[in-house]
């Protein structure tokens, strides 16, 4: 019994490193061009970037003295140790491995890419099971043998179960749609509150209304970006749950996602033109005077629905307003982005004080301002990318007067011609890859980058840096078509 699970774990450990031979073989990487930043245009760094850093994202799944299934935030263990399972962070990164799964090119791949969804599985089922001190499956993270970490930290966060849920519902629909119900069944979904899907869901049924701290950990309220996921995982465990004729189920969640709908709509400030990203503050942190957070965008990305419905997507003249104003506060407050170069780095928000160090709660220690972040800069990107392909679809934009000035800074008043501006907005997202390719080093990217020099900062290899990146560069090969590939 334990030599054959000693043997298994053996295998695991060289999981990564097998899928990586698959991947890099699909490119020149091995021979021999490699990604010298300033001789390639966009189109061919990003073509030998994308697998070098699905090979950092994978050897961030499962490493040697860790549980099967555990995804590290990233390798770095001290200042700031960061070697633990985040459910968020591992969520987000495992959907990406679940549309591996899907594009997988031959057998062997898609076997691998299964074990570690199944692996992933397990050990979620197992956080949804260990005693923690959140009392509930709001616990943000967990150590890598399995166990609840006892330290005092910012919880419960209620973001984290929406995610996980909306990962695994992801997965359900896949296997479904490759006829295997009875593995979404026995493994995913069931009328039993043990299943993985259906713990997660009933827990944000019954807790989307209790304040948590927010997805970066410092400030109990409501938020807009946990109560954007809340609602997309209720709406999609909806229809996942009626498709499975658990009835009931399915007509409870749809009800609170629209109880959560209208709730959402109080976020928006028409004096401030900005969506709020805290409301009834109760805890935490007490200095984001602004209210203006980069979760809004994040919220809008991390939330799109299957079944579209517009509410509070990327062409939402409020989530264009935030985005205007988080590009002019960035713009004014990072020295980086007063030296003239090709686009704008993008932080958390701006009274941000967290150099990306240390992992304590006492904010008093955070002396140094924030930097900007890759995951936030990659998540503009991705957003433009949105845009484009939404008006492509849509073949409409409306100009309001709370999103002129968005528009405007995109050369609205100079040229309303559609295509002028699809092409801008295109400009724009590029700008963003632009700007994580001069801070990047060579394929890796770390937490944070300085606002001062731009050099790197934080936990190296963070494991959501190389999810955002292959979102964005996902959602970039969506809109080609229409324009030059230059
Ligand atoms: C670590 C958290 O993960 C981060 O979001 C926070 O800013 C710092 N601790 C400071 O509390
Ligand atoms: C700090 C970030 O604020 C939080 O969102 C993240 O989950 C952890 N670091 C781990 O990456």
């Not at 701290?213 to 996921?229: C, I």
């Amino acid at each position: 019994m334990f030599l054959k699970k000693k043997i298994k774990s053996i295998i695991r450990m060289f999981l990564p490193l097998l899928l990586t031979t698959d991947v890099l073989a699909s490119t020149n990487v091995l021979n021999g061009v490699s990604p010298e930043k300033h001789w390639l245009s966009l189109e061919e760094w990003i073509f030998t970037t994308e697998p070098l850093v699905t090979l950092n994202l994978l050897k961030n799944i499962s490493p040697f003295d860790a549980v099967a299934g555990v995804v590290v935030a990233s390798p770095s263990r001290r200042e700031p140790n960061y070697y633990y399972h985040w459910v968020r962070d591992a969520s987000l990164v495992m959907n990406v491995i679940v549309k591996k799964y899907v594009m997988a090119k031959n057998n062997k791949e898609k076997h691998l890419y299964h074990t570690l969804l199944l692996d992933f599985i397990n050990f979620s089922k197992s956080n949804q099971t260990t005693l923690n001190l959140s009392g509930g499956l709001g616990e943000p993270k967990f150590n890598v043998d399995g166990s609840a970490y006892m330290e005092s930290w910012g919880r419960p966060q209620n973001d984290s179960p929406a995610l996980r849920a909306l990962t695994f519902i992801h997965l359900a629909k896949v296997w479904l749609s490759e006829k295997r119900e009875p593995l979404v069944r026995s493994l995913l979904y069931s009328k039993s509150f043990t299943s993985v899907i259906k713990a997660d869901l009933e827990y944000v049924s019954h807790h989307w209304r209790d304040t948590c701290f927010d997805l970066w950990e410092e400030t109990r309220g409501r938020h807009f970006y946990t109560l954007m996921v809340e609602r997309a995982a209720l709406i999609e465990g909806a229809h996942l749950a009626r498709e499975l004729k658990d009835y009931l189920a399915a007509d409870w969640y749809f009800a609170q996602a629209q109880i959560i709908t209208n709730e959402l709509n109080r976020f928006w400030s028409p004096e401030q033109n900005i969506v709020m990203q805290t409301l009834d503050r109760d805890g935490g942190s007490d200095y984001k005077f602004s209210n203006l957070d980069s979760a809004t965008v994040l919220a809008v990305l991390h939330s799109t629905l299957s079944h579209k419905d517009g509410f509070y997507d990327v062409s939402d003249d409020r989530i264009q307003a935030t985005v205007y104003a988080l590009e002019k506060k960035f713009s004014e407050i990072y020295e980086i982005n007063k030296k003239g170069h090709r686009g704008i780095a993008i932080g958390r928000y701006p009274e941000d004080r967290y150099n990306g160090r240390f992992n304590d709660l006492n904010f008093t220690q955070y002396n140094n301002l924030g930097n900007p972040w890759f995951l936030t800069t990659l998540a503009f990107a991705e957003f433009y990318y949105r845009l484009v392909k939404e008006i492509q679809d849509e073949n409409k934009i409306e100009i309001t007067s709370r999103n002129l000035q968005f528009w405007n800074a995109l050369g609205y008043g100079k040229n309303k011609n559609i295509q002028y501006l699809l092409a801008a907005l295109k400009t724009k997202g590029d700008d963003f890859m632009y700007t994580v390719q001069f801070h990047m080093n060579g394929s890796h990217m770390s937490e944070q980058f300085s606002r001062y020099t731009g050099y790197m900062e934080g936990a190296a290899d963070l494991t959501w840096s190389y999810e955002s990146f292959l979102r964005a560069i996902e959602q970039r090969s969506t809109i080609f078509q229409g324009f030059n590939k230059k």
